[in-house]
Each structure stands twice: as structure tokens, then as C-alpha cells.
T-cell receptor
Framework: AQSVTQLDSQVPVFEEAPVELRCNYS??????LFWYVQYPNQGLQLLLK??????LVKGINGFEAEFNKSQTSFHLRKPSVHISDTAEYFC????????????FGSGTRLQVQP | DVKVTQSSRYLVKRTGEKVFLECVQD?????MFWYRQDPGLGLRLIYF???????EKGDIPEGYSVSREKKERFSLILESASTNQTSMYLC?????????????FGPGTRLLVL
């Protein structure tokens, strides 16, 4: 069984400041890790994903995440946020065997203030 | 451009009614999913399908059923709607391939059961 923990339900930050959204997972098999973003009144959109190889993954809109197997973490970072980054962010995991559906964390609401 | 559409953005139904939520994808994807999104709980898998007429229960299938008669269409059915099924419902699709395939989401249907 897999599970995902997003440690912060809300993260307020000022515009142009750096931000880190934390994600920890547990799984008994090899994992694939994802970050999705949901803008207000929209569906989810893929930001980035880790499948294998380099542990630093770059995504859209200047976001990046680092896979840390020993700490079972996949934290999302952006060096300088914009007002338009205000959204809810979901970390998700799926294993390399069994069902293809994603297991999601509870989400982190990023609130960027001017 | 990939597209997943859902039949309604907003729906209001009465307790005991039978409710149909429709999802259509135009990407020739084998996998289709129904998730339920609730504040503080993230997204939870209701049902998924990896082929026409095939379905698998997710984590919270009680009170729901699904139908997949054509590859591009996946329907979620609430046999007798209850107030605790008031929620946001998200449909997604992906290629069958490897477990790391990206899931593409529709805009969601916000259902209110009175």
C-alpha cells in the first residue's frame, strides 16, 4: 500500500520569495512521483514527475522537485513565486506494479501575497 | 491539445435521485479514472477502467457504479444520491503503458445533493 503526506495544508508567501512545498511518501515498491497543480475552478494539471534517473526534476512554470529516496521525500520548490502561482498543489505516487491509479496527498494551498 | 471533458460543471440533485456523471476523452487512452475531491482529503479513487467494459474498484466505491461501453467515455453513476456524496468529482485518463504515464484531468463536476 502507498500513502502520501503533505505536511502543510496552507503556505502563505510574499511575491518574489522562494517557496518549498513538502511531500513525504511511503511505499513498499519502487515509486513514480508526481506534482499536480489545481488553479481555482479548474482540473488538475501536471507540473512535473519523477520516473527514474536524475533526482532533480524540472517542471513547468519554473518549479522543480528533488527525489530523496533515503528520506522518502519529493519536495517542490520555486526560487521566486508570482501571484499567478496561487493554487492548490497535490503530490501523488504510483507504484511500478499493480494498479495505475494515483494515490494523492491532501494538498497544499499556496497563497502568494503582493 | 489533449482534452478530457465532463458533462456538467455544476449539478444540484435531491436525495435518492439517480445521478449520471459523464466523462469523454479524445486521446484514445485505455485507462480512465473517477476521483472524488474533498477539502483536506485530497483526491480519492472511486473506480477505474483499463479497457472497454472492464472496471476495478478504487478506495471508496460504496454508493457508486461505473459504465464504460466505449473507449472514449466513462460514466459514474450514483444509484441513490445521498448528502454525503456532495463533492467535486474529477475524471482522468492515461495511456495503458508504464505506471509513470501522465494522467490528464477534466475540469471537474461540483455536485450538491440536497
Amino acid at each position: 500500500a502507498q500513502s502520501v503526506t503533505q505536511l502543510d495544508s496552507q503556505v502563505p508567501v510574499f511575491e518574489e520569495a522562494p517557496v518549498e512545498l513538502r511531500c513525504n511518501y511511503s511505499s513498499s515498491v519502487s515509486v513514480y512521483l508526481f506534482w499536480y497543480v489545481q488553479y481555482p475552478n479548474q482540473g488538475l494539471q501536471l507540473l512535473l514527475k519523477y520516473l527514474s534517473g536524475s533526482t532533480l526534476v524540472k517542471g513547468i512554470n519554473g518549479f522543480e522537485a528533488e527525489f530523496n529516496k533515503s528520506q522518502t521525500s519529493f519536495h517542490l520548490r520555486k526560487p521566486s513565486v508570482h501571484i499567478s502561482d496561487t493554487a492548490e498543489y497535490f503530490c501523488a505516487v504510483t507504484g511500478d506494479t499493480g494498479r495505475r491509479a494515483l494515490t494523492f496527498g491532501s494538498g497544499t494551498r499556496l497563497q502568494v501575497q503582493p | 491539445d489533449v482534452k478530457v471533458t465532463q458533462s456538467s460543471r455544476y449539478l444540484v440533485k435531491r436525495t435518492g435521485e439517480k445521478v449520471f456523471l459523464e466523462c469523454v476523452q479524445d486521446m484514445d487512452h485505455e485507462n480512465m479514472f473517477w476521483y472524488r475531491q474533498d477539502p483536506g482529503l485530497g483526491l480519492r479513487l472511486i473506480y477505474f477502467s483499463y479497457d472497454v467494459k472492464m472496471k476495478e474498484k478504487g478506495d471508496i466505491p460504496e454508493g457508486y457504479s461505473v459504465s464504460r461501453e466505449k473507449k472514449e467515455r466513462f460514466s459514474l453513476i450514483l444509484e441513490s444520491a445521498s448528502t454525503n456524496q456532495t463533492s467535486m468529482y474529477l475524471c482522468a485518463s492515461s495511456h495503458l503503458g508504464l505506471a509513470g504515464e501522465t494522467q490528464y484531468f477534466g475540469p471537474g463536476t461540483r455536485l450538491l445533493v440536497l
